[in-house]
């Protein structure tokens, strides 16, 4: 139970933190004006902590977001198939800065429409920075307040200045995360490693390769959701 205590710190740490930065932005800093953007996305598999949400079928999934100042609401859906067939997520948070730390404190809802005892709420805390103008470290946790688990990711990003083929804009990411169940669920960690490709402005094109630790038991079974996959996924945004 060691290490949920720690994950809860971090939790307190960092929402502390943003909560002073908030508060200690100065007034040009919080920029009033209202923003909309909506992104539409084809992936070959819906992978959420490292377990297939699509039985290992292709998704279509949207989402909705407005931003004003440092506050930020929105909406994402996709099509799942385990029991239901459509997954609709409510968010909204704030999104501070301070001496070059941007902070994430927000809460998020998903909702599977008739079957509401699925429904799960979730506090987000997070917090990364930018070294080098090209390589951002951060760290997320997330707290459900339902089901009274920790779950705890450490992501990097690296985005090369050059383009490639003076037509894509090309990073590289990975992540690592662990949950820590309640009572009764499984404790597991999971990961991911991939390339983005930027183009056209508004477009991605994005290859990931997903894994976890779960044994066939905790994934109902089988493995075949849970173990190593290569995703792929092309988004617009606008």
Request: glycine fraction near 14%; aromatic fraction near 16%.
């Amino acid at each position: 139970m060691a290490r949920r205590k720690e994950a809860g710190t971090l939790t307190l740490g960092i929402l502390s933190a943003a909560l002073i930065a908030g508060s200690a932005l100065p007034a040009h800093a919080q920029d009033k004006k209202l923003n909309l953007s909506a992104t539409s996305t084809f992936t070959t598999d819906y992978v959420f902590r490292g377990i297939s949400q699509t039985n290992e079928n292709p998704a279509v999934q949207g989402e909705f977001d407005a931003t004003y100042g440092i506050f930020y609401l929105g909406m994402w859906g996709s099509n799942i198939d385990f029991g239901k067939s459509l997954e609709i997520d409510y968010y909204g948070g704030i999104t501070p800065t301070w001496k070059g730390i941007s902070f994430d404190i927000g809460g998020l809802e998903y909702t599977y429409p008739g079957a509401t005892d699925l429904d799960v709420f979730e506090l987000k805390t997070g917090a990364s920075y930018k070294f080098f103008d090209a390589l951002t470290f951060g760290a997320t946790n997330y707290w459900g307040i339902d089901g009274k688990y920790d779950v705890l990711e450490w992501k990097g990003e690296y985005d090369f200045s050059q383009k490639l083929f003076n037509f894509f804009s090309p990073s590289v990411s990975g992540l690592v995360g662990t949950q820590w169940a309640g009572s009764g669920g499984t404790d597991y960690t999971y990961w991911n490693v991939g390339l983005t490709l930027g183009f056209l402005d508004h477009w991605s094109a994005d290859v990931r390769y997903w894994d976890s630790d779960l044994s066939a038991a905790a994934c109902g079974g089988s493995t075949a959701n849970c173990d190593g996959r290569v995703v792929g996924t092309v988004s617009a945004s606008f």
